[in-house]
Nanobody, 119 residues
Framework: QVQLVESGGGLVQAGGSLRLSCAAS????????IGWYRQAPGKQRELVAG???????NYADSVKGRFTISRDNAKNTAYLQMNSLKPEDTAIYYC?????????????WGQGTQVTVSS
């Protein structure tokens, strides 16, 4: 199994920056795709950014130009650099990965980290 530990959330003023990290454990598993999702109160969980095993990235329109997703395969860690934060970015942010061990492919979620942007 793979366990994900997220960190980096917190309270920041509008216009500020935060960097989220998602560290994965489970050496027998190969991480394929990574995604950062968020869920605001009363709203559905939405994809914020994704990065493939080959490094291709995609972003929600609402964060393009402000957020950057990256991964360090040697450390089994993913990052979400968030700049020019807005109050509407306030949500719980979740890391999501797809991984395989050569036999099966599974999906895993982190526990979530709160990001609060004050106006």
């Amino acid at each position: 199994q793979v366990q994900l530990v997220e960190s980096g959330g917190g309270l920041v003023q509008a216009g500020g920056s935060l960097r989220l990290s998602c560290a994965a454990s489970g050496s027998t598993w190969t991480i394929i795709d990574i995604g950062w999702y968020r869920q605001a109160p009363g709203k559905q969980r939405e994809l914020v950014a994704g990065i493939s095993s080959g490094g291709s990235t995609n972003y929600a329109d609402s964060v393009k130009g402000r957020f950057t997703i990256s991964r360090d395969n040697a450390k089994n860690t993913a990052y979400l650099q968030m700049n020019s934060l807005k109050p509407e970015d306030t949500a719980i942010y979740y890391c999501n990965i797809h991984a395989h061990n050569g036999i099966v492919r599974n999906e895993y979620w982190g526990q979530g980290t709160q990001v609060t942007v004050s106006s």
